[in-house]
């Protein structure tokens, strides 16, 4: 059998409930400390670094030094992707009060998938960039039309720098909440960056959710079709 029992010590870390909470919350694709993981995951502070060493070691989890501070974030964007799969087959959590349930609105509207934008607002982000003829569907990614390598350089995305990234281009997401699927890859990450460079959208503090600003909402609804 050759079987690798590196899968079963992996699954083993996701499985634990305060990590995939942990690794939930690093799905912003930001770095934190622990401090602040373990308020967002719920636990005491010496639980989350406990955890948080033992997915360090596993290549799960990434971390930077600042002189005596810890900063952690997801290694990369295939552990992101195991997340975001595990969560299209996850039942959804029963929500007990109106905190949690306008949290839960928001992170379904509009948030962070690592990288890229996801949710409700993803999703329809994608579709219009096909309905506009600036992307094509493959089977496991997007293709860019001529149109769309007009468009991409007059929005200021350079796509010879994007596509010399070691990394996918354009792959295939599905969206956990939506049940579809929103463009990820690094022209996913190159649209949120230029998005959030323009104060289209905003990251909120302590959690995943996008804020579409009054001003993105009036340039995506002439740009992209749009309606918020």
């Given amino acids: 059998m050759n079987a690798n029992p590196n899968v079963a010590m992996v699954a083993t870390l996701v499985s634990e409930a305060s990590r995939a909470a942990i690794l939930t919350a690093l799905l912003d694709g930001r770095f934190h400390p622990a401090s602040e993981l373990a308020y967002m995951a719920g636990v005491k ?18 971390v930077e030094k600042y002189g005596r501070h810890r900063y ?36 379904r509207s509009a948030r962070t998938c690592y990288d890229h934008l996801a949710g409700a607002f993803g999703v329809e982000l994608t579709s219009s960039l096909i309905r506009e003829g600036i992307l094509y569907e493959e089977e496991k990614c997007f293709g860019v039309t001529e149109k769309g390598k007009e468009f991409f350089a007059a929005f200021q995305i350079d796509l010879e ?68």
Avoid at 45 to 59: E, G, I, R, W, Y
Wanted: aromatic share 4%.
């Fill in 72 to 107: 952690y974030g997801i290694q990369n964007q295939e552990v992101a992707q195991v997340m975001e799969s595990l969560l299209s087959i996850t039942p959804p959590i029963k929500v007990k009060s109106l905190n949690q349930n306008l949290e839960d609105k928001a992170i």
């Fill in 161 to 228: 720098e994007v596509k010399n990234k070691r990394r996918s281009f354009s792959h295939k997401c599905l969206d956990w909440s939506e049940r579809r699927h929103h463009l990820a890859g690094a022209l996913g990450n190159a649209l949120l960056e230029r998005l959030l460079e323009l104060s289209w959208i905003e990251r909120l503090p302590k959690t995943r959710a996008i804020k579409v600003t009054p001003k993105g909402k009036e340039a995506l609804k002439e740009r992209f079709s749009i309606d918020l």
């Fill in 45 to 62: 502070p010496q639980t989350a670094s406990f955890h948080l060493k033992k997915m360090v070691d596993a290549n799960v989890v990434a």
